[in-house]
């Protein structure tokens, strides 16, 4: 952290000192929210909801992003700052209290050495369940391999499949060479999905897939590449919650949510590639989704489901 290069930005600032780079972040995490979320993948979620922690800022801008009051409000998040013994004492909370059946980190990957400090405080205190890493995708191998044996399962986004489209929306450079190194990274360690006798997920990989409208997300290339370069017995997420928050409205090619047609193409490639592994989420459910992390005890009111 001293000459930071946790992510594949390696902005080079000393965090050690607070200095920051493009994701906003010095040397604390910043963590914008932490409840027992229901909406996600039902191998993580569980019957008794997923111990999410949201880490604010973010190593991209997504345009769209419906994250965007934590992951580019940057000025407000700085209030938000912790230390790791208080971070540690929220996920025993998540876990003991709650009864969540895993720690899901959400927008780690400009704070990986903080999640391990906080981990190595949480275990002697009773910490016992998964460790579930939620990210964009856009992250670095070599932080990836420190996490080797810490993180149980991996929840990354392939976002793209060209660099062009990447780089436009998310202001990510190379973000289909980082994506797709990390993606294989996380499943040397973890290989395929494990689950309990309850379904619920204790170690292994899931792909999520969002959706864009126009072709955006390279879903055919995205795919394909799973298939063939990943395994064919893959689990991935198919998300269909596109929907135009934050500035996409703006954008011609993201001002719309996804249509019937083109998620139905979406479904006719997993069967082209032999993608069966996973999850499809239902259409017309995308504003089921849209958090307000300015809402008192919990940015998600209502919770969808996917089905299998």
Not at 46 to 69: D, P
Not at 259 to 266: D, G, K, L, T
Request: hydrophobic content about 35%; glycine content about 6%; charged content about 25%.
């Amino acid at each position: 952290m001293s000459s930071c290069d946790i992510c594949p930005r390696e902005c080079h600032v000393n965090r050690l000192e607070n200095k920051r780079g493009f994701c906003h972040s010095g040397y604390l995490p910043i963590v914008s929210a932490v409840c027992a979320h229901h909406g996600e993948e039902p191998a993580i979620s569980g019957s008794k909801g997923s111990g999410t922690v949201f880490f604010g800022n973010c190593n991209m801008r997504c345009v769209y992003c419906q994250n965007y009051q934590i992951s580019q409000g940057r000025k407000r998040q700085k209030s938000k700052e912790m230390d790791f013994r208080k971070l540690a004492e929220n996920m025993l909370y998540l876990q003991d209290e709650l009864g969540c059946q895993n720690i899901n980190f959400v927008s780690p990957s400009h704070f990986v050495p903080q999640l391990v400090r906080a981990v190595l405080e949480a275990v002697p205190l009773g910490l016992n369940i998964p460790l579930v890493y939620n990210s964009s995708g856009y992250d670095s191998v070599a932080s990836l391999k420190e996490l080797d044996g810490i993180i149980s399962v991996y929840l990354p986004d392939l976002r793209y499949a060209s660099d062009i489209w990447a780089r436009k929306f998310s202001h990510a450079r190379n973000y289909v060479t980082h994506a797709r190194a990390a993606i294989k990274e996380m499943c040397r360690q973890v290989g395929e999905l494990v689950v309990d006798e309850s379904g619920v997920a204790q170690r292994g990989l899931i792909v999520r897939h969002l959706i864009l409208p126009n072709g955006i997300a390279g879903s055919e290339e995205s795919l394909t590449w799973l298939a063939r370069e990943v395994s064919p017995t893959v689990t991935v997420s198919i998300m269909a919650q596109y929907y135009p928050s934050h500035k996409a409205r703006d954008e011609r090619l993201l001002s719309r949510t996804i249509s019937q047609a083109e998620y139905e193409e979406v479904l006719r490639l997993l069967d082209e590639v032999g993608l069966e592994n996973g999850w499809v989420q239902e259409i017309g459910v995308a504003e089921n989704y849209l958090p307000d992390f300015d809402r008192e005890g919990h940015p998600f009111s209502v919770s969808a489901d996917l089905k299998r």
